[in-house]
């Protein structure tokens, strides 16, 4: 059975740095890893899709990565803002398709 | 449409009613997904529907909660007797043929039982 974790729960960091978040699972079967953010009282935002052939996915100030055989994945904001105080979510979708598998997201703030 | 539609935004129902919650999926988008997340917790899977079937129905708490999808579009999630711990964001997400293009999330109906 699938699970994934995220490391740390919350994290609260001062406007400018670089930050890491991290996303492990334990069934490296996967088709693909997403991340998410979701702003409080809101919806799911898709951030990047790396597929399971692919290593990183690169968006703006976002940099994602996928060591497949690992089990790891990491998201990487450079020059943090103080509108990316979000929860993160990763999430996989396993070879047989259908459900996607969340972690429980990390809580970020971004101190001004 | 453009995204996915979920309606209502908010539900507030008093304990034993039934609800139901809509989804509208993004147009020509096979599968659709509901997710339910309560207060500071993570999201928790309930029904899957490729089409107009759901070979995974295995995250329904109960047999109050039921869904069913028609024409390969909108779906219905249907939840009988209400009870408080029902409380919750109930999340719709809709993905293409290839689920490699991803998810794409509504933004939720927030369920107030009292």
């Known amino acids: 059975k699938q699970e994934v974790t995220q490391i740390p729960a919350a994290l609260s960091v001062p406007e400018g740095e670089n930050l890491v978040l991290n996303c492990s699972f334990t069934?490296?079967?996967?088709?693909?890893l997403q991340w998410f953010r979701q702003d409080p009282g809101k919806g799911l935002t898709s951030l990047l899709l790396i597929q399971s052939s692919q290593r990183e996915q690169t968006s703006g100030r976002l940099n994602a990565s996928l060591d497949k055989s690992s089990g790891r994945s990491t998201l990487y904001i450079a020059a943090s803002q103080p509108g990316d105080s979000a929860t993160y979510l990763c999430a996989v979708l396993g070879n047989q398709g259908g459900k996607l598998i969340f972690g429980q997201g990390t809580e970020l703030s971004v101190k001004p | 449409g453009a995204g996915v539609s979920q309606s209502p935004s908010n539900k507030v129902t008093e304990k034993g009613k039934d609800v139901e919650l809509r989804c509208d999926p993004i147009?020509?988008?096979?599968?659709l997904y509901w997710y339910r997340q309560s207060l500071g917790q993570g999201l928790e899977f309930l029904i899957y529907?490729?089409?107009?079937?759901?070979?995974?129905k295995s995250g329904l708490p109960s047999d109050r909660f039921s869904a069913e999808r028609t024409g390969g579009s909108v779906s219905t999630l249907t939840i009988q007797r209400t009870q408080q711990e029902d409380s919750a964001v109930y999340l719709c997400?809709?993905?293409?043929?290839?689920?490699?293009?991803?998810?794409?999330f509504g933004s939720g109906t927030r369920l107030t039982v009292v």
């Open positions: 147009s020509g988008h096979t599968a």
């Open positions: 997400a809709s993905s293409g043929v290839s689920a490699g293009i991803g998810y794409t």
């Open positions: 529907f490729q089409g107009n079937s759901a070979p995974d």
């Open positions: 069934d490296s079967a996967i088709y693909n």
